[in-house]
């Protein structure tokens, strides 16, 4: 059973950056696409970004294009996401989770490991 453990969020005002990091349990990672979601109150799931194994494959959402960047870290088993000009729409809990078997995807449903999220507050 893979573990995923993110940290790195906090309470920031509009325009200032914050760097999340998602440390998994297990050497298997090494093969999962990761991908970072998120989730405000009251609203659904979104899709943030997501990386494949050899960092081949980077896909953006729309809301966080030219803003976030994903990398990863085989050797740390570490995935990251770097947030910057953070808006208060960016306020939402943000999850990593892993996908085994995909070169790449932006579907939740075939994530097969999610943390418990970090939150995130963009104040204006």
């Known amino acids: 059973q893979v573990q995923l453990v993110e940290s790195g969020g906090g309470s920031v005002q509009a325009g200032k950056s914050l760097r999340l990091s998602c440390v998994a349990s297990d050497r298997t990672f090494s093969r999962s696409v990761m991908g970072w979601f998120r ?3 009251g609203e659904e799931r ?3 970004a997501s990386i494949n194994w050899n960092n081949a494959a980077i896909v953006y959402g ?3 294009k030219g803003r ?3 990398s990863r870290d085989n050797a740390k088993n570490s995935v ?3 947030m910057n000009s953070l ?3 960016d306020t939402a809990v943000y ?3 892993a996908a085994r078997g995909y070169y790449s995807t932006q579907d939740a449903n075939v994530y097969d490991y999610w943390g ?3 939150q995130v507050t963009v104040s204006s």
């Open 39 to 41: 989730q405000a109150p």
């Open 46 to 48: 979104e899709f943030v």
């Open 62 to 64: 729309d809301s966080v």
């Open 68 to 70: 976030f960047i994903i």
């Open 80 to 82: 990251y996401l770097q």
């Open 87 to 89: 808006k208060p729409e």
């Open 95 to 97: 999850h990593c989770a």
């Open 116 to 118: 418990q999220g970090t």
